[in-house]
Nanobody, 122 residues
Framework: QVELVESGGGLVQAGGSLRLSCAAS????????MGWYRQGPGNERELVARITSAGDTNYGDSVKGRFTISGDNAKNAAYLQMNSLTPEDTAGYYC????????????????WGQGTQVTVSS
């Protein structure tokens, strides 16, 4: 079982910055990837950013150039630095972790965090 602890988020004015953190704990797994999706009112959940254990990253089009994801493999953690925030970034941000579990077979399992609210005021 994997437990995710999310932190960060909150209320910020447009143009400001926030930093989200997500850490995975547990045993018997290795991290394949970590990232965030977000879901605003009336919107579908969309990719914000993702990083693999090898350090490869990809971003949603709307956040490219403003958000930066980084990872700490030793801590099983990822961080999302969000700069130049706009009201359109207001959403619930959900951490997602892909883990590899090897018992009788090799499995890739995804876990979602509970989410953290980011609100950007104009």
């Amino acid at each position: 079982q994997v437990e995710l602890v999310e932190s960060g988020g909150g209320l910020v004015q447009a143009g400001g910055s926030l930093r989200l953190s997500c850490a995975a704990s547990g045993s018997g797994f290795s991290i394949a990837s970590m990232g965030w999706y977000r879901q605003g009112p009336g919107n579908e959940r969309e990719l914000v950013a993702r990083i693999t254990s090898a350090g490869d990253t990809n971003y949603g089009d709307s956040v490219k150039g403003r958000f930066t994801i980084s990872g700490d493999n030793a801590k099983n953690a990822a961080y999302l630095q969000m700069n130049s925030l706009t009201p359109e970034d207001t959403a619930g941000y959900y951490c997602i972790v892909g883990v590899v579990v090897v018992d009788s077979i090799r499995r890739l399992i995804y876990y979602w965090g509970q989410g953290t609210q980011v609100t950007v005021s104009s």
